[in-house]
DNA sequence: CCTACCGATCGGTAGG
DNA sequence: CCTACCGATCGGTAGG
């Protein structure tokens, strides 16, 4: 079976012989995937603080020494996890908005983003959920790089509601950044009481979108 | 100035003769308060792992083992502290729908509830912060109870939101539960960015029971 | 309410 | 990537 040269999955396949860009006798960046994958689900369960290099490193097979072979910190690690938390969110939004329908109005575009931003937060799920979870607890000086990382996203944001604002969409007597934040209040605290057997993260992103742009109160009579 | 016996305030004073209902032989339950106080601020701010009861302690004016003559450990000094939390914005919106015109309509109570909801979480501060930061890294028995205690401020909203439905205020394809989260999020969600220089809990509060019941989008011009 | 201390666990390192 | 270990800190206790 191994003769053939084509046993292992895409997935899976190392280099059989050293490349030029990837030499072969570093370290299997798989393991540092694994190392990542298995931080994101127990920041996102436990916090930063409750998260130790030690249960890190048994949920990935090895010891917890081990880890410093791979990063230069536990600080580093949950960085890199909260970064990319960070980075998928923003990614899907950006990707879901660029398979829009044409001639898609500003606040269809919104729901489009709102929807992304939840499926993401809990399908995509771990490393999004630890990035809201343990933002408060880490250290100030990974605090302060991940807000520049996060006002990347909010900026996305802006765009969008400022698109709105500028097309006339939006009402005058409200605040753009009050929309913002609650639009951000409302997706992200999903994750303090949104389980699995729950609505589905689409059909809450409408409703939430339903609720607020066109608002929950029933609209005056036509008289 | 002592003679007088009226030296102190009515906030500090103790029992100069012991009373039958409380000794005044016992601790006083102003050292109690003391840690609670403590303890709140710094669950706020550092979570539930990352404070020690040798911060609290040295908070307090005192040390670590002393807190077991006041306490049985770290997990009821946080348990009372977030209890404390939920009942303090309980009762601050409890409150303030008791004092609301006669005859204001259920979204009119709802909106005096948000604002009041709001104002709780940031000027009564470091208890009701501490319920909602700590909630998911506290130990299971404690958060299972105080599920409890979060249950009968939920029941106080569904109230509240079914009024309003009953009274045919709510659009019909607004789902309660979806608004009751809503309001929630967008409200509690201000922990993670509402910083002492921003806007007025109380004018947010009006901006966010604007966008939530009215909508965000301008309203289709009658033609 | 303090002193002195317990066993457990933490992030991290040396040397291989 | 492991073994063995470091100093620091943790929640909690004994005895006063």
Redesign the interface.
């Known amino acids: 079976m191994r003769a053939d040269g084509q046993h292992k999955s895409a997935m899976t396949r190392r280099a059989s012989r050293p490349s030029p860009v990837a030499p072969a006798k570093a370290p299997p960046d798989d393991t540092r995937r694994q190392i990542l994958n298995a931080a994101a689900k127990l920041l996102r369960r436990?916090?930063?603080?409750?998260t130790s290099l030690r249960d890190i490193a048994s949920a990935t097979g090895m010891k917890a020494g081990s880890l410093y072979y791979h990063f230069a910190s536990k600080e580093e690690i949950a960085e890199t996890v909260m970064v990319e938390g960070i980075d998928l969110v923003r990614a899907a939004v950006k990707k879901a908005l660029a398979a829009r329908p044409k001639h898609s109005d500003p606040?269809e575009d919104i729901e489009i983003a709102v929807r992304a931003h939840l499926h993401a937060l809990h399908e995509s799920g771990d490393y999004a959920s630890a990035n809201i979870?343990c933002?408060?607890?880490v250290p100030d000086e990974i605090k302060q790089r991940l807000r520049k990382v996060r006002e990347r996203y909010n900026a996305d944001w802006r765009k969008l509601i400022n698109q709105a604002r500028t097309a006339?969409?939006?009402?005058?007597?409200?605040?753009d950044e009050?929309?913002r934040?609650?639009l951000?209040?409302?997706?992200?605290?999903?994750l303090?009481?949104l389980r699995p057997g729950g609505?589905l993260p689409d059909d809450?992103g409408a409703?939430?979108f339903?609720?607020?742009?066109?608002?929950?109160?029933?609209?005056p009579t036509?008289d």
Chains 1, 2 share one sequence.
Do not use: K, Q
């Open positions: 436990n916090g930063y603080a409750s606040l979870r933002f408060n607890h006339g969409c939006l009402d005058t007597d409200v605040d009050a929309l934040y609650g951000f209040g409302v997706m992200n605290w999903t303090e009481w609505p809450l409703m939430f339903r609720i607020l742009f066109r608002g929950a109160a029933r609209p036509r």
